[in-house]
Structure formats: C-alpha cells, structure tokens
C-alpha cells in the first residue's frame, strides 16, 4: 500500500496495489487518485506513432465539401481555421490552437515521454516536458471540434448538398486514437517511473 494525496482537495489515502485497468478514487471528492492503465510507455508509444501518422491526412484532406449552386467546395481542418483570420482573429487562433497546435504538440510530448520511459532513457529535460504534457491536456479539444462539425453539418444540410471527405475519416480515427492515449495516460506514473525508473 502507498499513501497517495489528493490534488484537488489534499486528502491522504492509502491505495492498495491495483490490477490492470483499475483506478482508485478519493474518498472525500471523488476524483481519480491512481489508475494502472492497460497500457505501459511502450503501448502508449505504439498508439503516439499511430496518432502522428494519422495527423497528416486528418489535417490535409478536406472534411466536408459542399456543393451549392453549382459550385463545389471543400475545405480541410486548417483551412477552415485560416478562413476566419480576417473576420475573427481570436476565435481563429483559439480554433487553431485548441484543434491543431495543442493536440499535436500532445501526442509528441507523449511521444517523447514514452519513448524515454520504453527504452529507459532520463533526460534532465524530461521533468519540463512532463509538466507541458500537463497543461496541454486541457488545450487539447479534438471532441469539441468533431462536435461543432457535427453541428454545422447537420444545420447547413438543409441548404446544400454536403460530402463527407477523406479528411473525416482520418479526423474521427484521429479523434479515438487521441481518447484511447489520453484514457491510458496517467501523469503521476510518468512522474513515479521517471524518479524510480
Ligand atoms: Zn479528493
């Protein structure tokens, strides 16, 4: 048994050693203290390369494309963020950062992290990427993007005819792979591998 502090209200618990796929949570606030995820560094890698790969179709082919009036249009992730610069600078950088800087520079803190951990490498570094990983968690907001879209495509439906793209495919492969690493990652025992590793 090892006794675990809660984050978010500082109560001391002792949490028993827990099998594969458990999480133990605070018995005061109710949030998660400890979880043992299915998956180690080296699972955690695997599903990181498989995520980076998909980055670049899910960003580069179009989403959706629309064909009004005669005319079709498609658009990919990035041009749809870059079409508002002129109109809404901050609602496109927030657009940009939040469904494309953020979850990639997630998925290659993982990465890095990960891979440090698998092949039992210590930067001095890694403490601070540790920490990025952190903050970027909560920036990162592929699913608020997948649903806005879902939004917009019901609702332009009834003016136009629309095309799913490839770049949907990707983006929705994209977006389970993200929630598989993000639901197996655990910060804490990045930090406990990192310290006895
Ligand atoms: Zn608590």
């Not at 180690?40 to 990181?48: E, F, R």
């Not at 990035?78 to 600078?89: C, D, E, F, H, Y």
């Amino acid at each position: 048994m090892k006794t675990i502090i809660c984050h978010h209200c500082d109560m001391v618990s002792k949490v028993p050693k827990l099998k594969a796929g458990y999480a133990a949570k605070c018995i005061r606030c109710g949030r998660v203290i400890a979880k043992n995820s299915l998956c180690d560094p080296s699972g955690i890698l695997a599903l990181c390369i498989a995520a980076l790969i998909l980055l670049i179709p899910a960003f580069y082919f179009p989403l959706i494309s629309i064909h009004l009036l005669g005319i079709t249009e498609g658009a990919n992730l990035l041009q749809g963020a870059l079409m508002m610069t002129s109109n809404a600078p901050i609602v496109s950088f927030v657009v940009l950062f939040c469904a494309v800087i953020a979850p990639t520079l997630l998925i290659l803190t993982i990465t890095f992290s990960s891979a440090c951990l698998t092949f039992n490498y210590h930067p001095p570094y890694l403490p601070k990427i540790l920490k990025i990983t952190r903050i970027l968690i909560h920036w990162s907001m592929l699913e608020v993007y997948m649903v806005s879209l879902m939004v917009a495509i019901f609702k332009l439906m009834t003016y136009a005819d629309l095309y799913l793209g490839a770049g949907f495919y990707f983006f929705g492969a994209l977006l389970m792979l993200n929630m598989t690493i993000l639901s197996n990652y655990n910060n804490h025992d990045y930090w406990e591998r990192y310290i006895h590793g």
